[in-house]
């Protein structure tokens, strides 16, 4: 569906401005579960964000789309599952027509300066995100915060993402500093856990 086609309500922004911490949780959500929740509440509070955005992909380019849900329904879904003042759920980058995480990052860099954006992913993005396009920028255009995910912590902690930024790794116990850092600067956050994945809920139907 073309991007002319959403809503307003589904690809606008939320509020922001010049200050805040604000997290970045990128993924097609297909469908949203509690898995995604519990990694929002759990990055609000070890990294002492403001907010966490949910950036609801129109598509990954790595995944197949054949079992894509509309982004409206996802969109929706996001927003029925979470609720509350510090988590914002937008599908914005359809309405820009981004394929790419690092288009969107630089569109919200460039648009909203100011703000202390992190970047939140799983493990198992870590452990393949050489695979991503622009990825060593993305590293090097925001704090990167990667959260434990089941059978993942290994690969991602020897991927190739890892090892070429290293240095920029910081203490676990130095989270809450992770928004105000200089990139690149990441963490690795160990926690509580969810074996929940979207691929199993859709399996079930």
Not at 65 to 72: T, V
Not at 88 to 112: D, N, R, V, W
Not at 146 to 171: C, E, L, M, N
Request: aromatic share 10%; proline share 7%.
């Amino acid at each position: 569906m073309s991007a002319a086609f959403f809503s307003r309500d589904i690809v606008s922004l939320p509020p922001s401005s010049p200050g805040m911490r604000i997290g970045l949780f990128g993924g097609s959500f297909n469908p949203p579960h509690e898995g995604h929740r519990l990694v929002s509440r759990e990055c609000l509070k070890r990294l002492d964000l403001d907010a966490v955005w949910w950036l609801v992909t129109p598509g990954n380019p790595l995944k197949d789309h054949s079992d894509l849900a509309p982004l409206d329904a996802r969109v929706r879904a996001a927003r029925a599952l979470v609720a509350g003042p510090r988590c914002h759920i937008t599908g914005f980058e359809a309405a820009h027509g981004f394929t790419y995480t690092f288009e969107t990052l630089s569109h919200l860099q460039k648009t909203l300066p100011g703000r202390r954006f992190v970047w939140i992913m799983g493990a198992d993005s870590l452990a393949g995100f050489h695979h991503w396009e622009r990825w060593d920028e993305i590293f090097s255009m925001m704090p990167v915060a990667v959260y434990v995910r089941p059978g993942s912590t290994r690969k991602a902690a020897v991927s190739r993402a890892a090892s070429r930024f290293r240095h920029g790794r910081i203490d676990e116990s130095d989270a809450r500093l992770l928004a105000t850092l200089d990139p690149p600067a990441w963490v690795f956050l160990h926690g509580l856990m969810s074996t929940l994945s979207s691929s199993q809920l859709r399996s079930r139907k």
